[in-house]
């Protein structure tokens, strides 16, 4: 099982004005949940570990996890409201998110609420934001500490500085993370905020030493590129009329760990094994996933069906 742990959220997408006010189209979001949403379309077994609130956002967050078949065994509920995301497109599908969540459900989650992992987990992926934030980022870590002897733990750290600010504290949480993680996906737009003037391959390097067995960087439109201690590969994107990139990363990510699955590599000790051409294959599967997602509206992610 893959068990998915962060926030659910209802991204909001700005729309044209009325005579009243804005045209708003509401989505189901939050990066932890489009990951386990994206591997319960790619036919695995998934399980979403957060706090939802009791609202009627958290109802149809909710609703839409069991309708997409993710296990919501390991969800808690809240009486504290669900998180926003306002979101508005630029010219060139790209995204910018208005986070409103301070005090929301997705924050609440404590060490004392924690739910054991299922016997059958075998991966625990974790990131973006409520790593950061508290209580839940403590208590997320730790988790992933306590686990990393017997599963695989997978990161992206999916950086939000309008969530926040300081970018000493996502480096700081980023740098521990890898450290506990054996896959790390990361944007190369997240790498340029967190460490400024470096290049992917400078990061790359030191990322594997200081413990991930698998790094990852998604390039956007220019690729993406993947390192072992053994191994290297780049793949480019898939060309395809952009709606927006919504999702994209969420989408590469439950792709990854899909085709990892698909050929036996869901293990510290076999990511480390992967050969130059089967990174190349990872990747070109992972962006045909992301590619999918990026002609649609909104984090629609493929099913398996749609990839070969």
């Known amino acids: 099982m893959f068990v998915v742990c962060g926030e659910a959220l209802m991204d909001v997408y700005m729309g044209e004005s009325t005579p009243t006010g804005l045209r708003l189209d509401a989505r189901i979001g939050g990066s932890p949940l489009n990951v386990a949403q994206g591997l319960a379309r790619l036919a695995r077994p998934a399980a979403f570990l957060s706090t939802v609130s009791t609202d009627a956002i958290g109802e149809r967050l909710l ?69 950061v934030v508290e209580p839940v980022g403590s208590t997320l870590r730790a988790l992933a500490a306590a686990a990393r002897a017997r599963c695989l733990i997978a ?3 999916n950086v939000r500085l309008n969530v926040e600010p300081d970018i000493a504290r996502w480096r700081q949480v980023v740098e521990d993370m890898v450290s506990l993680a054996h896959l790390v996906k990361v944007s190369e737009e997240d790498l340029a905020l967190l460490y400024p003037g470096e290049s992917p391959e400078q990061v790359a390097p030191r990322w594997l030493k200081r413990g991930a067995a698998l790094v990852v960087v998604t390039r956007g439109g220019a690729g993406s590129s993947a390192w072992t201690a053994n191994a290297h590969a780049k793949a480019p994107s898939r060309p395809v009329k ?24 869901l293990a510290p000790a076999a990511l480390t ?26 984090a629609d992610m493929p099913r398996r069906s749609e990839l070969p």
């Open 63 to 131: 609703a839409s996890l069991v309708a997409e078949g993710v296990d919501t065994s390991l969800v808690l509920r809240s009486d504290a409201p669900s998180t926003l995301s306002v979101v508005s497109i630029d010219v060139t599908g790209v995204p910018r998110y208005d986070f409103h969540g301070n005090g929301a459900a997705d924050r609440q989650l404590t060490p004392g609420m924690l739910p054991a992992l299922p016997t059958q987990t075998r991966v625990l992926q974790l990131g973006s934001y409520a790593l």
């Open 273 to 298: 094994t992967l050969a130059d051409s089967q990174l190349d294959a990872l990747l070109r599967f992972a962006a045909q996933a992301a590619a999918i997602t990026c002609s649609r509206r909104g």
């Open 242 to 265: 952009v709606i927006d990139t919504v999702g994209a990363g969420d989408t590469f990510q439950a792709a990854l760990l899909t085709w990892l699955d698909d050929h036996d590599a």
């Open 155 to 157: 990161y992206d750290p």
